[in-house]
């Protein structure tokens, strides 16, 4: 999975430094996707960089 940007070199497009995960899929490649049941609660974290503060709409 590499992105290739507007340069056609595959890595050097929008993703500057992204994530590439080509490597090691061969541990998930024959498991199955899995439903699992709903969480009673969830915590998102809000505060995940020195931004503007968010703040929580429901």
Request: hydrophobic fraction near 40%; charge should be neutral; include cysteine.
């Amino acid at each position: 999975m590499s992105a290739v940007g507007t340069s056609g070199i595959a890595g050097k497009g929008s993703f500057a430094r992204g994530v590439r995960p080509d490597g090691k899929k061969q541990l998930a490649s024959e498991a199955a996707v899995e439903v699992l049941p709903t969480p009673e609660s969830v915590l998102i974290a809000l505060q995940q960089h020195i931004g503007a503060p968010c703040e929580a709409s429901s």
